[in-house]
């Protein structure tokens, strides 16, 4: 009995990829899409410029992590 999985490294790398895809689509999808904050709405706290440009947010670094935390 083989222990080797059918179809070969290439049909695990492609299945890779094609789940890394789908997790960047779905991950984009839930990202807020509006113009970014300059104050956190959770705390007030000015967000840095870097983070604003990075990505689109609406809550400084701590009051997100916190608030994904919950989340789960």
Avoid: N
């Avoid at 509006?34 to 967000?47: L, N």
Wanted: charged residues 30%; glycine residues 6%.
């Amino acid at each position: 009995m083989s222990t080797s999985w059918a179809g070969g490294t290439d049909a695990i790398i492609e299945r890779m990829e094609q789940m890394t895809s789908l997790f960047v689509e779905e991950t984009r999808k839930s990202m807020y899409k509006g113009a970014s904050a300059t104050h956190c709405e959770e705390c007030g706290e000015e967000i840095p410029e870097s983070r604003r440009l990075a990505i689109p947010c609406k809550y400084c670094l701590a009051c997100q992590t916190k608030l994904e935390k919950s989340s789960k």
